[in-house]
């Protein structure tokens, strides 16, 4: 979807959904893939950091700093937002606060209020020199 290498791409299916009129208060932590369609006030985790997906839809609201490996928003978001490998931008999503990524899709209409953060990959690459025999 996004060019990314094989084991690193978003989830194709969602295993927990916050419904549209629920109001969760606290961190969470997760894993798979996470719709939410209601409120979240507190910071959301994967499990992974560079592993899960996270759907933020257009009703929906998130106040708190998102960490999570492919990150969709169509919704608000107010918080820091770090995506570890892909962000998409719907329509109507709004973000105040600083987005860090790897990779970005943005469509018009989407608005960001903070700062916009390319990450470089975090490999490790091991020079070794030659040996002088």
Known sequence: MFGVKKGSTPQNSID???GAGTRIEGNMIFSGGLRIDGEVRGNIRSENGLEGTLVISEKASVEGEISVGHVLINGTVIGPVTAGESLELLPSARVTGDVEFHQIEMQQGAVIQGRLVHQI???TIELKLA???
């Open 131 to 133: 040996s002088s025999n």
């Open 121 to 123: 990959s975090a490999k």
């Open 16 to 18: 927990s959904l916050i």
